[in-house]
């Protein structure tokens, strides 16, 4: 079993700063790369930005600049340190990872999400 339990989040207003966390644990043999995704009320879940084990990292045109992904391979975390919101950024934010473990190989799991609501 692999789990991935996400904290941060809440209500900020615009322009103000949130920080997201989320720790996988479970069987696991290694995770590829690691990100976070939203999906607004109406819209379709999009990436917000991911990080591979290499530390590759893929922003979103619309986070880029304002948002930094990192992560910790040591500790099989991945953060997000979103500053500048804008009340577009409001969503549920999930954690995502590609994770083997002894009997999956490069799987995707995902965390139960967390809200950020970004006041006008």
């Known amino acids: 079993q692999v789990h991935l339990v996400e904290s941060g989040g809440g209500l900020v207003q615009a322009g103000g700063s949130l920080r997201l966390s989320c720790a996988a644990s479970g069987n696991i043999f290694s995770i590829h790369s690691m990100g976070w995704y939203r999906k607004a009320p109406g819209k379709q879940r999009e990436l917000v930005a991911s990080i591979t084990a290499g530390g590759k990292i893929n922003y979103a045109n619309s986070v880029n600049g304002r948002f930094t992904i990192s992560r910790d391979n040591a500790k099989n975390t991945v953060s997000l340190q979103m500053n500048s919101l804008k009340p577009e950024d409001t969503a549920v934010y999930y954690c995502?990872?590609?994770?083997?473990?002894?009997?999956?190989?490069?799987?995707?799991?995902w965390g139960q999400g967390t809200q950020v609501t970004v006041s006008s």
């Open positions: 995502n990872a590609v994770i083997s473990s002894t009997f999956i190989f490069e799987s995707p799991f």
